[in-house]
Structures are given as structure tokens and as C-alpha cells.
């Protein structure tokens, strides 16, 4: 099993910058790809950003592309999503999720089923 704790979420202004983080422990050698997923007020879980274990390839949602960065340490278990320009539609709740797959589709990090392991989530308030 792999637990995901997330943090760094909080509230800030519109045009502001936030880094979560979220550390994996148990079977982490088990994790190949990692994603960020969140869930707006009242709306469905969608995809954010995704980060393949080996070589580091990356995948984003259109709407946080050129804004939000992900990468990973996995010398520390630990996968990071900068968020810059933040916008007050950003707010959500933000998900770490760990996959024990790898899939020669990099925008299979995008699909949620695919995930096996997931973190409790963590708050982010983005104010105008």
C-alpha cells in the first residue's frame, strides 16, 4: 500500500502563487506515474496535472497550462504542483494521486480510474 498526504494549501488573492506538496510513504518503489487532480465547489474531480516516475515527462489540463508546473522528487517521495496566476476559479479541493502503472500514453495520467492510490485532499481559496 502507498499513503499520499498533501499540503501547502491555503487562501490567497487572485494573481497570488501557492506550491503543494505531497509525500508518499509505504510502497512508494510501486508508483510510477503521479497526478494532481481537484474538485471545484459543486463540481465533478477533473484532472490538473500529471508526471511520469522515469524521465519526468509531464502532461497538464488546457486551463492551468503555463500557470501550474508539476514535478517530482523521488529521492524524497514527494511530487510538488507551483501554482502561479492563480484565479479564483482555482479553487478546489486538490488531490495527490500515485499510479502503479506506467503507460506509454502520457495523457492516460489524465484519467482518474487509472489512479490506485489517493491522498485526503487539501484546500485551496482563491479569492478576487
Known amino acids: 500500500q502507498v499513503q499520499l498526504v498533501e499540503s501547502g494549501g491555503g487562501s490567497v488573492q487572485a494573481g497570488g502563487s501557492l506550491r503543494l506538496s505531497c509525500v508518499a510513504s509505504?510502497?512508494?518503489?510501486?508508483?510510477?506515474?503521479m497526478g494532481w487532480f481537484r474538485q471545484p465547489p459543486g463540481k465533478e474531480r477533473e484532472f490538473v496535472a500529471g508526471?511520469?516516475?522515469?524521465?519526468?515527462?509531464?502532461v497538464y489540463a488546457d486551463s492551468v497550462k503555463g500557470r501550474f508546473t508539476i514535478s517530482r522528487d523521488n529521492a524524497k517521495n514527494t511530487v510538488y504542483l507551483q501554482m502561479s496566476s492563480l484565479k479564483p476559479e482555482d479553487t478546489a479541493i486538490y488531490y495527490c494521486?500515485?499510479?502503479?502503472?506506467?503507460?506509454?500514453?502520457?495523457?492516460?495520467?489524465?484519467?482518474?480510474?487509472?489512479?490506485?492510490?489517493w491522498g485526503q485532499g487539501t484546500q485551496v481559496t482563491v479569492s478576487s
Open positions: 494521486a500515485a499510479d502503479k502503472q506506467s503507460y506509454s500514453n502520457i495523457y492516460s495520467l489524465a484519467v482518474s480510474s487509472k489512479y490506485d492510490y
Open positions: 509505504g510502497r512508494t518503489f510501486t508508483m510510477q506515474g
Open positions: 508526471i511520469r516516475r522515469t524521465g519526468g515527462s509531464t
